[in-house]
């Protein structure tokens, strides 16, 4: 205990304690990788935009 006593004769406050915090927010990648239809909804309307977009440009 001599990191104790020498802290006490140097009238520091004790050693404090460090507690780890625990993340209680998810990411949001955490959050995509929890829902499984969200990935494959916007995977689909991506799709369904890139089609949109095809058909256009050949109908000019």
């Known amino acids: ?3 104790a006593k ?3 004769e140097q009238g520091l406050p004790p050693k404090a304690i ?3 915090k ?3 927010s998810p990411s949001i990648l955490q959050k995509l990788r929890s829902n499984q239809i969200l990935p494959l ?3 689909l309307g991506f ?3 890139l089609i ?5 440009y050949y109908n000019q």
């Not at 949109?52 to 256009?56: A, E, F, K």
């Open 1 to 3: 205990m001599g990191e």
């Open 6 to 8: 020498r802290r006490k």
């Open 18 to 20: 460090k507690k780890e």
């Open 22 to 24: 625990k993340d209680d």
């Open 41 to 43: 909804v916007l995977a």
């Open 47 to 49: 799709v369904i935009f």
């Open 52 to 56: 949109v977009d095809l058909v256009r």
